[in-house]
């Protein structure tokens, strides 16, 4: 698979560590195809499905408490 480089945009070949053409070091890929910006996105995403509703019921029940 032909990788491009994020500087020049040149055609490389794969395993390449740094542009032949501009000189730019790539960067290593991920193996998973999963990169640290996506485990953080993921992360946050099912914090976010499980922290909110958790934090409206633990509000609902504080202000039922407070009326009462």
């Given at each position: 698979m032909v990788e491009y480089c994020?500087?020049?945009n040149a055609q490389?070949?794969?395993g390449l560590e740094k542009c032949p053409?501009?000189?730019?070091?790539?960067?290593?890929?991920?193996?998973?195809?999963?990169?640290f910006r996506d485990m953080i996105?993921?992360?946050g995403t099912i914090l976010g499905i499980v922290l909110?509703?958790?934090?409206?019921?633990?509000?609902?029940?504080?202000l039922i408490i407070l009326l009462l």
């Open positions: 994020p500087k020049c490389l070949p794969p053409i501009c000189g730019h070091r790539m960067g290593p890929k991920a193996k998973d195809g999963f990169t996105w993921l992360t909110v509703p958790l934090l409206i019921i633990i509000g609902i029940v504080l």
